[in-house]
């Protein structure tokens, strides 16, 4: 690939190679955007097909987190990591912690968390060699881990795309259909659960499937048949690209809301989704619970505070329809022009000059 060419054309900033041999760390630390403050973004740790397909997992995910960690509001910028290998094989304590000196190395530029492939003792490991990591253990004064609020985010998203649909938010009764029923997921089930919702779930892990059924009265189905089911709400949660030419016709869904980061394979899949009428809730304004509960370990962290600003995901998704009916454009593109337009005003209101160290004359 030509990775320059593709990082100027969405305006990266960085791109950070780190291997380490002795323990087989490989991994690319993105850095889209650091106008709103340090990118902060999880690590995924998965078996890629190719290293060009890590790298642009990287790329996409990382400015995926710009425009996520602009539209919750928050001061940061987007970065995340992919390290490539089997998480189940292939991880161990001198690869986190050297990875956790590669990110130490940047000095603050990059704060790391959880994502697919990572737990909170992995950050717990990472944080012996950087302070710039979140999600580590709550005995650390830490906000641990970070899926039941991304969970809970989801389902006040998803309660809101529901009102836009159905015309109410209640959602007993409702089917709905999960794709992944991961760490994230698992909350999610619960929640939907106890509001009466019916669950189909599939998984390519079966253990993870068999708990879902057993807790919350969930319908199992075959990973490829998700797509198929007979459902109200499509919530994809498990890797991205699940939104594609051949997915959004047999979906039969109003709804589409879930954790997954990167669900629409392409931009143009948002405007397919906004001619058949079908109320998408676009990924990073639905899944900002996690980051930003992570995010509130930079102001001492406070539970409280930090899930009433989870909380507030209905309204943003709210708003994000609210964009949509008023420019007539897709809910994916009203939600970057959202993002878009506080990046630039934060940009513009931080561009007078403030003395620092460096500007004291009297130093001289
Ligand atoms: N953990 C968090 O707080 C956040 C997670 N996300 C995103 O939400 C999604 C889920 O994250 P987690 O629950 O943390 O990850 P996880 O790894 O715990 O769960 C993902 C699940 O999806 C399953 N899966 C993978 N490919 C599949 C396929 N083709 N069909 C069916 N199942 C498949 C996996 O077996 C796994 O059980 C990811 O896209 C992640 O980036 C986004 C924001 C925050
Ligand atoms: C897991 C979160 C804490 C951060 C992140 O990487 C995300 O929201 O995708």
């Not at 630390?29 to 060009?52: C, F, K, N, V």
């Not at 970065?79 to 940047?106: H, S, W």
């Not at 795309?161 to 259909?177: C, H, I, S, W, Y």
């Not at 919530?235 to 016709?249: E, F, K, M, Q, Y």
Request: glycine share 8%; hydrophobic share 35%.
């Amino acid at each position: 690939m030509e990775l320059f060419k593709y990082m100027e054309q969405d305006e990266y900033e960085q791109v950070v190679f780190c291997q380490d041999k002795d323990s087989g760390l490989k991994a690319i630390i993105a850095i889209h955007d650091t106008t709103l403050g340090p990118a902060l973004g999880g690590t995924r740790m998965w078996t890629y097909a190719s290293e060009e397909d890590a790298v642009i997992d990287a790329l996409r995910l990382s400015k995926g987190m710009t425009y996520k960690n602009a539209a919750a509001g928050l001061n940061l910028g987007g970065g995340k990591t992919v390290i490539i290998g089997d998480p189940k094989k292939d991880k161990n304590e001198a690869m986190l912690r050297a990875f956790g000196r590669y990110i130490q190395g940047l000095n603050g530029r990059y704060i790391t968390a959880e994502d697919v492939g990572t737990t909170v003792e992995d950050m717990d490991t990472i944080y012996q060699e950087t302070n710039y990591v979140t999600g580590i253990s709550q005995a650390f004064g830490s906000s641990g881990n970070p899926s039941p609020a991304t969970a809970y985010g989801v389902y006040r998203g998803m309660k809101a795309a529901a009102k836009e649909a159905f015309g109410t938010d209640n959602l007993e009764g409702r089917v709905v259909a999960v794709q992944g029923v991961g760490n994230v997921a698992y909350h999610l089930c619960r929640h939907l659960h106890e509001e009466g919702a019916q669950l189909v779930v599939t998984d390519i892990d079966q253990d993870a499937v068999q708990r879902a059924v057993d807790d919350f009265e969930a319908k199992a189905v075959d990973p490829n048949d998700i797509y198929d089911v007979d459902c109200d709400i499509y919530a994809p949660c498990a890797l991205g690209a699940s939104v594609n030419d051949d997915t959004i016709s047999r979906l039969s869904a109003s709804v589409i809301a879930g954790s997954a980061n990167n669900q629409l394979a392409e931009s143009r899949h948002g405007d397919i989704l906004y001619e058949k009428g079908i109320v998408y809730a676009p990924d990073y304004v639905i899944n900002a619970g996690g980051v930003i509960n992570v995010a509130d370990e930079l102001y001492g962290y406070n539970r409280e505070r930090a899930m009433k600003k989870i909380e507030t995901i209905y309204d943003k998704i709210a708003k994000v329809f609210e964009i949509s009916k008023r420019d007539d454009i897709p809910t994916n593109v009203a939600a970057d022009r959202m993002a878009e337009e506080r990046i630039s005003s934060i940009h513009h209101a931080r561009s007078t000059f403030l003395q620092n160290e460096h500007h004291v004359i009297s130093r001289r």
